[in-house]
C-alpha cells in the first residue's frame, strides 16, 4: 500500500509530501524524503518489550511491571525530573505536564540543549519571524547564520528557502542572494554567494559590527571584525537593506558558542533594525521534529515553554536552576523519567552520570544511549511511525503526523495516561 | 437525567424581554425546561441578579499569538499564579493567562461562551487544541481573510460568488465559524514591510483595496447565511485621525439581514481618533456613534482601555510595528503564508499619558453615545485594550456617573479637553448592561438561536447568578458593590451543571466549539476547482491534504451547517 503526503517526524521541518509503502506490518520504500527521512522510516528497530536491569543483567518484564515500577519510582522520589518529550506529539506531552503538576515534579524538554538560548533572547526582545511559506514566496535574502541545513536539515532549502519556487520569486536560484555565516567551510558555505567566514567566539561582534553599519555608523567599524573584512561587512549590509524580504535563519553555531542567548538577542535586533529599512524576518532552526510542540504544550499549560519547576505547586521557571542539565549536574535529582529523547547522549557528563546514579526511566521507541543509563525502558510507538498525534513544526504551524502502519506497541501517550492514574485515580488530565 | 431548579432568581433576560422578574429557572440535561421532578437539585438565588451565562464576543484566549504572548512574558507568568486545587490545575499569567487561567477567571466572572478574536486558518489546529484546554467555555473562532490570496484574486475578479466558495472551504477547513478582517489588505502589504493607509489604496501585486474586499465579504457572508456578519477590525487601528477611515468603512455597509447587523466592528475605541499625531488627538467618539446611531446594520463594540500593564496582540502586523517603534519594548510578529500577518507588544496604559486617558475616555464616550446597547457591546479585546478581568470596572464606570468624575480627577488635564466624556450624564442600568455583555453578543454572533444568550425554554442552560440584590443596590452610588459583585459570581452554570461556585472551579469542564459549515453547490466547491489546488500545493507549504483540522480535534464539536444561495 502507498500512502500520500505522509509528515516526516524526523527534524523541525516536518516535511509533508512523503510517499510510504509498507506491506502491511513494514515500510518498504520512502520517496520524496531526505536521506534522514529514509532512516527515520526504514531503520526502525525497537526492543520487543520492556526491560529492567537487574545484578545479572536486562530482564524482559510485562508492560504493567514496568508501567507499575515507574510509578513507584516517582511516587518515591522527592525530585523527579521529566525530561525530552521532543520526538513525540502533543498529547504525550500534556499528560507529561499533567504528571508533573501531579507529582511536584521538575520537567523540561530538548530546548534546553539547544535552543534555549534562543527563548531567553525572545523572552528579551520578542520575535519578528513569519510561517516557512513567506520566505519560499517573496524572499530574496536568505542568511543561514551558525548552521548547516544542508546536513542538518536537508530539505530547508529546497522545501523553503534557496531552491523552492516562489510566487514572487519564480526562478528561485538565480533571484535569491544566500549568505553564510560560520567559522568553518560545510556543505552549506559552498551554495553561498557570500561565505563570510568568522573567528570562533565572534558572531556577537560581527551583528553589533552590523547593525552599527545598517544604522549608519560605518565610520566606527574597525577593518577587520573577528576575521571578517569591513568590506565584506558592508556590502552584505547593502545586501540587506536593498532585499524586498531578507530571512535569516539561524541554529545552535550561534545560540552555544560564546555569548549565547546574547548573540541570538544581537541577531534578533539586527533584524529589528533591518525591519525599519525593509521587510525582515529571523528564525531558529529546530531540530527535532516536535520540539517546538513541547514549547507550545508547556507554554499553553504553564505558561513557559521549557524548565518548569511544581515543587512549590505553582509553575515555576527560572533557566539555570530548573533545567534538566542544572538539575542532574547539582545532583539534585532523585529520579528521572525520559520520554523521547536521548540526553544520555547529548548532556554534558556529569549530567548524565547522575542519571546512572538515580533510578532513570525511559520511555521511548528505540534503544539509545540513554538506555545504558537507566533502570528500565518501555518502548512504544514511535509519533509519526505507528502512531498518530499533533506536531509543531518549526514555524509554529501544526501539523497532523500519520500513523503509516501498526506494529503493536501501545502509544507513549497510552502508557503515561496509565502512569498518572496509578499516580492519582482521581482527575483526569 | 439531571435536574436542576434554581429558584428565586432576579432574572433579567434581554432577548425574552424580561427585565428584573423574580421567577425559578428549571434546568433537565444541560437545556432550560417548562418544569422538573421534585428529585431535582436545589439552587436558591435569594433574588439575586440572573443573567444569561456571559457571552464575550471578541477576545483573544487560544492560538498561535496568544500563547506566543504567553511564551515571550515570563515577566507576566510570575504576575498571576495559583497551585492546583480540588479541580483547578496550576494556572500562571495575569493579562496572557494561561488556557486553564484564561476558563477559570472567565467562569468566575459568569462567562460561558467566547468568540477568540483571530485565527489563522492554516494554524487552526493549534487553536482548537487550545480550546479544548480551555474547558469551560464554549469557543467560536474568527477566521481570518484579510489577505487571503484566493479571496483576494476572487475580489479582483468582481466574482463573489468565488469569494463566498473560499470562504466555505476555508471555515470547514478550519473549522471556524466567522469571517474575520483584520486590516484588510493591510498585512498582505506587511509581508513587504508596508501597509495601506486608505480603504482605497490597492493591495500591492493583487491589485484590490480595502473597501472592494470588505463589500465584498459582506455580501458573500449573506450569500452564505453565515450565522455571524463580517467581523472587522478596520484599517489605520491606532492613528491619529483614523476616525475618517473608520466613517468611510462604515458609508459601505448595506443592510442585507433583518435578523442581525451586517457588518460587526470591532474595538472601535481604538478606530475612533481625531486629530493627526499623537500631540493632538482627540476624541470623535461623537462621529463614529453619529453614524452608529443612524446604521442598525452594524454592531461594534467598546474596545475599551483601562489603566493596567498589558499585551496587544493581532493579526495586524503593520500596527504592532508602528507601535513597537513608539514603545521600545519587546516586539514579535509572525506572519502567515497566503492569509494574514500578526504581531504582539507588551504597552502599559497610564494616566501620566494624554494619549492614554483619551483613549480611556473615547471607549466609554462610544458605549454612552450609543443610543441602543444592542449596538455597542462591553469588551476590552482582551488583552489589548485591558485583561478581561477588568470588565466588571468599565460595568461599574458604566453605570455611575460618580465614579466616572472620580476616575477623571485622577487623569492627565489634556482629558477633558479633548474628549467629551465629562458632559456625559447617561448611566446605564442592569438591563442596558446585560444587553451589552450577553444578549447582544448572541444576537450578533448568530448565536441566540442555538441556544444561547437567553434563558426561553429549550435554550442551553448557561446561567450567571451574581452576589447582587439589584433592588438594594443603587449602582450610582454603590459602584463598588456592582464591580464587586460582577467579578465572582455565586453560582455559574455551564450546560446545567454548577462549574463555579463563589469563584472556585467545581468540576471538570466539558465545552463545546461552535464551526460553521456553508455547503455551496458542486459546481463552484474549492476542492474541485483545479486552479485554486493547483496554486495552493504551489504556493503553500503544507499539502492541501495535511491543511483541514480533523474531527478529532473539536471533542464536542457542534457543526452549524447552513446551505448557500448560490
Known amino acids: ?429 | 437525567m439531571t435536574e436542576l431548579w434554581v429558584k428565586n432568581a432576579c432574572v433579567i433576560d434581554p432577548i425574552r424581554g424580561i427585565n428584573g422578574e423574580i421567577m425559578d429557572i428549571a434546568i433537565r440535561d444541560g437545556r432550560i425546561v417548562e418544569s422538573v421532578s421534585d428529585r431535582a437539585d436545589v439552587i436558591d438565588a435569594h433574588r439575586c441578579l440572573t443573567l444569561p451565562g456571559g457571552i464575550d464576543s471578541h477576545t483573544h484566549v487560544s492560538g498561535t499569538k496568544v500563547n506566543f504572548g504567553r511564551y515571550m512574558s515570563p515577566e507576566d507568568m510570575r504576575a498571576g499564579r495559583t497551585k492546583r486545587r480540588g479541580k483547578m490545575h496550576v494556572t500562571s499569567g495575569y493579562y496572557v493567562p494561561t488556557t486553564f487561567g484564561n476558563s477559570y477567571r472567565y467562569s468566575a466572572m459568569g462567562y460561558t461562551t467566547l468568540l477568540e478574536g483571530a485565527m489563522a486558518p492554516l494554524e487552526a489546529r493549534h487553536t482548537h487544541e487550545e480550546f479544548t484546554a480551555t474547558p469551560h467555555q464554549d469557543m467560536l473562532a474568527n477566521t481570518l481573510f484579510d489577505g487571503n490570496w484566493a479571496v483576494m484574486d476572487a475580489v479582483r475578479e468582481h466574482d463573489v460568488r468565488k469569494a463566498a466558495a473560499v470562504v466555505a472551504w476555508t471555515l470547514n477547513a478550519a473549522r471556524g465559524y466567522a469571517i474575520k478582517l483584520t486590516n484588510p489588505g493591510g498585512t498582505e502589504a506587511w509581508g513587504w514591510g508596508d501597509d495601506l493607509t486608505s480603504i482605497h489604496e490597492q493591495v500591492p501585486h493583487f491589485a484590490v483595496t480595502p473597501a472592494e474586499i470588505i463589500t465584498t465579504l459582506i455580501q458573500a457572508n449573506e450569500l452564505l447565511r453565515l450565522p455571524h456578519s463580517v467581523h472587522l477590525h478596520c484599517n489605520n487601528l491606532g492613528k491619529p485621525g483614523n476616525y475618517q477611515t473608520t466613517l468611510d468603512t462604515f458609508e459601505l455597509v448595506p443592510d442585507l439581514n433583518p435578523a442581525r447587523q451586517s457588518l460587526y466592528a470591532t474595538h472601535v475605541q481604538f478606530h475612533a481618533y481625531g486629530g493627526g499625531t499623537w500631540r493632538n488627538i482627540c476624541s470623535k467618539a461623537e462621529e463614529i456613534t453619529r453614524s452608529i446611531n443612524s446604521k442598525p446594520q452594524i454592531v461594534m463594540d467598546m474596545g475599551q482601555i483601562m489603566f493596567c500593564r498589558t499585551m496587544t496582540m493581532t493579526a495586524d502586523g503593520p500596527m504592532e510595528f508602528n507601535l513597537h517603534c513608539l514603545h521600545h519594548n519587546k516586539w514579535s510578529n509572525h506572519d502567515v503564508e497566503l492569509e494574514t500577518g500578526s504581531g504582539i507588544i507588551p504597552v502599559t496604559y497610564s494616566k501620566k499619558s494624554a494619549v492614554n486617558c483619551i483613549m480611556w475616555a473615547i471607549g466609554l464616550e462610544l458605549a454612552l453615545l450609543t443610543k441602543s446597547p444592542w449596538q455597542c457591546l462591553l469588551e476590552t479585546d482582551n488583552p489589548n485594550g485591558a485583561p478581561f478581568v477588568k470588565y466588571p470596572e468599565i460595568i461599574g464606570l458604566l453605570m455611575s456617573k460618580r465614579y466616572r468624575d472620580e476616575e477623571c480627577a485622577t487623569l492627565h488635564a489634556e482629558t477633558e479637553k479633548r474628549t467629551s466624556l465629562w458632559a456625559l450624564e447617561r448611566e446605564l442600568d442592569w438591563h442596558e448592561i446585560a444587553v451589552m455583555t450577553r444578549a447582544g453578543q448572541a444576537k450578533a454572533l448568530g448565536i441566540a438561536s442555538q441556544g444561547k444568550g437567553h434563558l426561553g425554554i429549550g435554550a442551553e442552560a448557561d446561567i450567571a447568578i451574581y452576589p447582587i440584590r439589584t433592588d438594594m443596590v443603587d449602582p450610582a452610588r454603590e459602584y463598588r458593590k456592582v464591580v464587586e459583585g460582577f467579578q465572582k459570581t455565586r453560582y455559574t452554570i455551564k450546560r446545567g451543571r454548577v462549574v463555579s461556585r463563589d469563584g472556585e472551579i467545581i468540576v471538570d469542564g466539558a465545552n463545546a466549539t461552535f464551526w460553521v459549515n456553508a455547503k455551496v453547490p458542486e459546481d463552484i466547491r474549492m476542492e474541485n476547482d483545479k486552479e485554486f489546488i493547483r496554486r495552493f500545493e504551489q504556493f503553500y507549504t503544507v499539502r492541501m491534504s495535511n491543511y483541514p483540522v480533523q474531527d478529532l480535534y473539536l471533542p464536542r464539536g457542534r457543526c452549524i451547517e447552513t446551505e448557500a444561495m448560490l
Open chain 1, 1 to 429: 500500500m502507498i500512502e500520500q503526503d505522509v509528515v516526516c517526524p524526523f527534524c523541525g521541518c516536518l516535511c509533508d509530501d512523503l510517499e510510504i509503502e509498507t506491506d502491511g506490518a513494514r515500510i518498504v520504500r520512502v520517496k520524496n524524503g531526505c536521506s534522514l527521512a529514509e532512516a527515520t522510516f526504514m531503520n526502525d528497530t525497537r526492543l520487543p518489550a520492556p526491560i529492567r536491569r537487574t545484578e545479572a543483567g536486562w530482564e524482559e518484564i510485562s508492560y504493567d511491571e514496568a508501567i507499575s515500577e515507574t510509578a513507584e519510582i516517582l511516587r518515591e522520589a522527592d525530585r523527579p525530573l521529566l525530561y525530552g518529550w521532543s520526538s513525540t506529539h502533543g498529547e504525550t506531552q500534556s499528560i507529561g505536564v499533567h504528571i508533573a503538576e501531579l507529582i511536584g515534579a521538575v520537567i523540561d524538554n530538548t530546548s534546553t540543549v539547544c535552543h534555549g538560548p534562543s527563548i531567553l533572547a525572545i523572552q528579551e526582545v520578542g520575535h519578528p519571524g513569519c510561517t516557512l511559506g513567506q520566505v519560499k514566496n517573496r524572499a530574496d535574502v536568505i542568511i543561514y547564520w551558525g548552521c548547516n541545513p544542508v546536513e542538518a536539515h536537508p530539505r530547508h532549502m529546497s522545501r523553503y528557502t534557496t531552491f523552492a519556487t516562489g510566487f514572487f520569486v519564480p526562478e528561485a536560484q538565480r533571484e535569491r542572494t544566500v549568505i553564510v555565516v560560520d567559522t568553518r567551510r560545510t556543505d552549506t558555505t559552498n551554495i553561498a554567494d557570500e561565505f563570510v567566514q568568522i573567528e570562533h567566539g565572534g558572531d556577537y561582534a560581527v551583528l553589533s559590527a552590523l547593525r552599527a553599519i545598517v544604522r549608519g555608523k560605518a565610520h566606527v567599524i574597525p577593518a577587520s571584525v573577528a576575521g571578517v573584512a569591513k568590506e565584506q561587512l558592508v556590502r552584505i549590509a547593502e545586501i540587506c537593506k536593498n532585499a524586498k524580504f531578507g530571512a535569516i535563519f539561524f541554529g545552535l553555531g550561534l545560540t552555544m558558542s560564546r555569548g549565547k542567548y546574547k548573540n541570538v538577542r544581537n541577531a534578533i535586533e539586527l533584524t529589528d533594525e533591518l525591519s525599519r529599512h525593509t521587510k525582515f524576518v529571523i528564525s531558529p532552526l529546530r531540530g527535532h521534529g516536535n520540539v517546538y510542540g513541547s514549547n507550545e504544550v508547556f507554554t499553553w499549560m504553564t505558561g513557559y515553554p521549557f524548565a518548569v519547576d511544581f515543587a512549590r505547586g505553582i509553575a515555576f521557571y527560572n533557566p539555570g536552576e530548573t533545567t534538566a542539565v542544572d538539575i542532574l549536574r547539582r545532583g539534585e535529582c532523585d529520579a528521572a523519567l525520559i520520554v523521547a529523547s536521548d540526553p544520555g547522549a547529548n548532556f554534558p557528563r556529569a549530567a548524565a552520570a547522575h542519571l546512572a546514579k538515580i533510578p532513570t526511566v525511559v520511555i521511548d521507541p528505540h534503544v539509545n544511549a540513554t538506555t545504558a543509563l537507566s533502570r528500565i525502558h518501555i518502548p512504544c510507538t514511535a509519533a509519526g511511525i505507528d502512531a498518530a498525534g499533533t506536531a509543531y513544526r518549526m514555524d509554529g504551524i501544526p501539523i497532523r503526523l500519520k500513523k503509516v502502519i501498526d506494529r503493536g506497541y501501545p502509544d507513549d501517550a497510552e502508557i503515561l495516561r496509565k502512569i498518572y492514574d496509578r499516580l492519582d485515580g482521581g482527575m483526569g488530565p
